[in-house]
């Protein structure tokens, strides 16, 4: 099994489509100290989606847990984005 870590900047989001097109499972990671990680989320989406079907396995991860006393993203927040389209969030 091969993992491919793209980076989270915006500008490489574009850069990413070969990797995105070869992948059987997708996993997002963005820090729950960080509220604009998980905005990025949408946009990482559109792409995932922009290029694979929408059956393609994701899970979405919040990362940081031991920040918890900073925590900035709720984990309730996080679940509605997941749930809506069958993405596992742990
Ligand atoms: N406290 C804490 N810091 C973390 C954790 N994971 C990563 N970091 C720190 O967060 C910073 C960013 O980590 P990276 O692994 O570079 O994050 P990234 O998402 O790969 O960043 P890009 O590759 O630039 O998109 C570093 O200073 C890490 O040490 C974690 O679980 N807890
Ligand atoms: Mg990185």
Do not use: C
Not at 41 to 52: P, S
Request: proline content about 4%.
């Amino acid at each position: 099994m091969n993992f491919v870590d793209t980076s989270g900047q915006r500008y490489f989001l574009h850069h990413n489509e070969d990797n995105i097109r070869e992948a059987d499972a997708i996993v997002f990671v963005y820090d729950i100290t960080n509220p604009e990680t998980f905005t990025a989320l949408d946009q990482w989406l559109w792409t995932v989606n922009r290029v694979k079907p929408r059956t393609l396995p994701k899970m979405l991860i919040g990362n940081k847990l031991d920040m918890m006393h900073v925590q900035a993203v709720s984990a309730s927040k996080a679940k509605e984005w997941a749930i809506p389209e069958g993405r596992n969030y742990s």
